[in-house]
């Protein structure tokens, strides 16, 4: 993997050329599929707790997929959710040992395709799953640990993680101070991208996490023009101009 980060600068571009009158959960699931080589995808949370819920699905067939595995109660979606892993089914007509029902219902409803779910885990516990799959089974299009990496940060973008946006961690570091850089590099992201606050925010929050930064150190990187989410994803802190 030449460029661990290199799909969250894609993730960045992606969103900004998306209608804003989409939430923002489906658009980011939507630059996911392209970044992945997906044909459509899904976002669910609390995959198999009575809590769960599906934030959005880009298309029919996403939708179906995530009705079958909840109406049959098996597939690579819950293992993905319960086993913190990156789970595969490809249904081309040859015998599926794993999750029979899910194959077979797949196999009658949809075809020959592949699926792919993707834990989202950016903190001890998986908080849900994403879901993907391809009309002609292949592959992602980048490696597993930065397609991992990706919907995790999506993940934190989307809740809103307390560890990376939080009001008292901010209180801690220089109080208004730190809030201002914040504010201003959110306005820094929407001129470049074009895109909401909203947005803004969820982007500095993905990256704070996959840099494993807090909110303010990444927000400098943008206010001294470290970070540019209209091009290649540097890494921030290393000090260049």
Request: proline share 5%; charged share 25%; net charge negative.
């Amino acid at each position: 993997m030449s460029d661990p980060f290199g799909a969250l600068s894609r993730l960045a571009r992606a969103i900004a050329v998306e209608s804003v009158e989409s939430p923002l959960s489906l658009r980011m699931c939507q630059a996911c599929v392209g970044i992945l080589g997906m044909d459509g995808g899904s976002l669910t949370l609390a995959y198999a707790d009575e809590q769960r819920v599906t934030l959005c699905t880009t298309d029919e067939w996403s939708a179906q997929l995530e009705d079958l595995q909840e109406v049959i109660g098996e597939g690579p979606s819950y293992d993905a959710y319960r086993d913190r892993s990156i789970q595969r089914l490809v249904v081309d007509g040859l015998a599926e040992l794993r999750w029979p029902l899910l194959s077979d219902g797949i196999k009658d409803g949809l075809g020959r395709c592949a699926v792919f779910a993707i834990p989202i885990k950016p903190g001890p516990q998986a908080m849900g799953v994403a879901t993907f799959y391809q009309r002609e089974p292949g592959s992602l299009l980048i490696g597993d640990d930065e397609a991992q990496l990706l919907i995790d940060a999506v993940g934190v973008a989307l809740v809103k993680d307390p560890d990376i946006l939080d009001d008292d961690s901010l209180a801690k570091t220089e109080s208004w101070h730190s809030r201002a850089r914040v504010h201003q590099a959110t306005g820094m992201v929407m001129a470049q991208l074009g895109i909401t606050s909203e947005d803004g925010i969820a982007l500095l929050r993905a990256h704070a996490y996959a840099h494993q930064q807090n909110l303010v150190a990444i927000s400098d990187d943008i206010i001294a023009r470290r970070l540019d989410f209209r091009t290649a994803d540097p890494d921030p802190g290393d000090g260049e101009p």
